[in-house]
């Protein structure tokens, strides 16, 4: 893993200080997620993919954010309550932070700096949705909710899949493959 990436100072959702260092080594998959949005179930994939593919260095990282149309209002307690009562999430949530505008994140300027082009499926809603609205595929900025940056074990941002990929397509599920045998 890049240097830049391990050494972003985190927070983890218990308010603990950390850094991607502790995952040196491990495939990761870092998602913006939020609460009260539509995508929300795809904590549900996210978890088993996190289980699936956990003993074998895969770490899947949550990063909630309140960007898009504030659809995680909650404190970091409520959001992993919410978490683990309700999709019964195990892998690592962090902090609240922001993953679009003049607050980015260090992390997210660094995944998208990485990584500045989402891959979006095959006639996406969404990617037509952004072309109507005079943006498109070649936007850097995080769409919405629940994108999804993958690095390998070296530290490569190796793909960034948009919203509308869920967590068990088989798009995501090759790309972690290969992610684990680099």
């Known amino acids: 893993m890049t240097t830049s990436l391990l050494n972003?100072?985190?927070?983890?959702?218990?308010?603990?200080?950390?850094?991607?260092?502790?995952?040196?080594?491990k495939a990761l998959l870092i998602v913006n997620v939020a609460s009260k949005c539509g995508l929300t179930p795809q904590y549900e994939g996210l978890e088993s993919l996190y289980r699936d593919y956990r003993a074998r260095g895969l770490e899947v990282l949550g990063f909630p954010a309140n960007d898009f149309a504030g659809q995680e209002p909650g404190t970091n307690a409520e959001i992993g309550e919410f978490c683990r009562s309700t999709?019964?999430?195990e892998f690592p949530m962090y902090s609240k932070i922001a993953v679009t505008g003049p607050?980015?994140?260090?992390?997210?300027?660094?995944?998208?700096?990485?990584?500045?082009?989402?891959e979006f499926k095959p006639g996406s809603p969404l990617l037509e949705r952004l072309k109507r609205s005079g943006g498109g595929d070649d936007d850097?900025?995080?769409?919405?909710?629940?994108e999804k940056f993958l690095i390998d074990r070296h530290g490569s941002v190796i793909r960034r899949f948009s919203r509308d990929t869920d967590p068990r397509d088989p798009a995501i599920i090759a790309a972690v493959e290969?992610?684990?045998q680099s």
């Open 178 to 180: 290969a992610a684990l």
């Open 103 to 118: 607050q980015k994140h260090p992390l997210y300027r660094a995944l998208i700096e990485a990584r500045p082009k989402a």
């Open 87 to 89: 999709f019964g999430v």
């Open 8 to 25: 972003i100072p985190l927070t983890r959702i218990d308010g603990s200080s950390d850094t991607l260092g502790g995952h040196a080594g």
């Open 140 to 146: 850097p900025e995080v769409h919405w909710n629940f």
